[in-house]
Every structure is written in structure tokens, then in C-alpha cells.
């Protein structure tokens, strides 16, 4: 059975830092790409990165710069850094397994969503 797992939301001041993970069943994770998507309220989900299989990054403009994807093979793990957080990084994170490279990237499984929001 395919599980994803999100953890480490939650509130945090303008300019602070978060770091999500998300734990993974084993087989769909290693010949997966991965990506964090996230939804406000009031709007559409977005992709917010996506890692290929190869470990190549990529990110939404909104983000590049601040925010860092990363998986861990060894651990069935992929994580999001989150840094100098805005306001408008508020929204529900949630974790995803698709099929994906450098330009490219299709969701297949979704976790349940981690909540961030980002206020003083």
C-alpha cells in the first residue's frame, strides 16, 4: 500500500525557518520522482519543487532561493527546508510521488497535507 507521511508544519514567525519531512513506503520511492506542492486557501495547489530520481532539484520561482528539497534514499525520506518564510508561504503542504524530470512533473500519490502558516 502506498503511504506518504507529512510532518513538521506549523506556526512560525515572518523570516523564520521550517523544515517538513515526509516518511515514504518503500516502493514507490526510490524510482520516483518527488515534489512538494502546497495549497492556500482560496486557491489552486501548486508545485512548489520536485526532486528527480537523479537527485536533480527544481524549483517554483516564488521560492527559488528560500526553500530547499532534498531526499534521503537510505531513510525512504524527502525533505523541504523552508527559509526568510513569508506570509504568503502560508498554506497546507502536502507531500507527493509522481513521475517527473528536469522540466517536467506529473503527481501520482498524495500524503494528507502539513499545515504552515507564517505570522507574527
Known amino acids: 500500500q502506498v503511504q506518504l507521511v507529512e510532518s513538521g508544519g506549523g506556526l512560525v514567525q515572518p523570516g523564520g525557518s521550517l523544515r517538513l519531512s515526509c516518511a515514504i513506503s518503500?516502493?514507490?520511492?526510490?524510482?520516483?520522482?518527488m515534489a512538494w506542492y502546497r495549497q492556500a486557501p482560496g486557491k489552486k495547489r501548486e508545485l512548489v519543487a520536485h526532486?528527480?530520481?537523479?537527485?536533480?532539484?527544481i524549483y517554483a520561482d516564488s521560492v527559488k532561493g528560500r526553500f530547499t528539497i532534498s531526499r534521503d534514499n537510505a531513510k525512504n525520506a524527502m525533505y523541504l527546508q523552508m527559509n526568510s518564510l513569508k506570509p504568503e508561504d502560508t498554506a497546507v503542504y502536502y507531500c507527493?510521488?509522481?513521475?517527473?524530470?528536469?522540466?517536467?512533473?506529473?503527481?501520482?500519490?498524495w500524503g494528507q497535507g502539513t499545515q504552515v502558516t507564517v505570522s507574527s
Open positions: 526532486i528527480t530520481s537523479g537527485n536533480v532539484p
Open positions: 507527493n510521488a509522481g513521475d517527473g524530470g528536469s522540466d517536467y512533473y506529473s503527481p501520482v500519490h
Open positions: 518503500g516502493s514507490i520511492f526510490r524510482g520516483n520522482a
